[in-house]
């Protein structure tokens, strides 16, 4: 199944948000230290809520660890940055990929960089600079789930 990967966050909201977002959409998320915040941080509790508890949430001591342990699946990296010419909507994703976010202050390294097997950009309107790392990896993943039919399935259940 897909995977959501976040290198190096700086902000406690977003990473939350995020885990909220893996525990609804049923998909791991790979956090690759250090990041900007005590994982502990009361921000991100308030932000992932009670998702925190339905989260499976797996935190990585350093790229290294990331690359090798990703490299020992045989996973393939698809970085989310602004440096790629194409659009993740033209691409098409497996259901072993790990989307792969930057540093909402830095994006990554130009080694992480070319570790990538696939690069991929949001279009924006000319003049704009970014979306908030949350929102891109929303828009993102939802495409990558759509592709793979990897959605959970619609229930009944109250909200």
Known sequence: MIELALYQPDIAQ?????????????????VIEPTGFDMSDRNLRRAGMDYLELATVVRHMGWTAFSDWRASEGRRLVLAT?????????????SDDILLMGRES????DSVHAAAG??????????????????SASMIL?????????????TDQPA
């Open 14 to 30: 977003n990473t939350g948000t995020l885990i909220r977002l893996a525990a609804c959409m049923g998909v791991r998320l790979h």
């Open 82 to 94: 602004t440096r790629a010419s194409t659009s993740f909507l033209a691409e098409t994703y497996r």
């Open 106 to 109: 830095a994006g990554v390294p």
């Open 118 to 135: 696939l690069r991929i950009r949001i279009p924006m309107m000319p003049g704009t600079r970014s979306l908030n790392l949350a929102v």
């Open 142 to 154: 939802s495409e990558a789930l759509r592709q793979t039919d990897g959605f959970p399935p619609v």
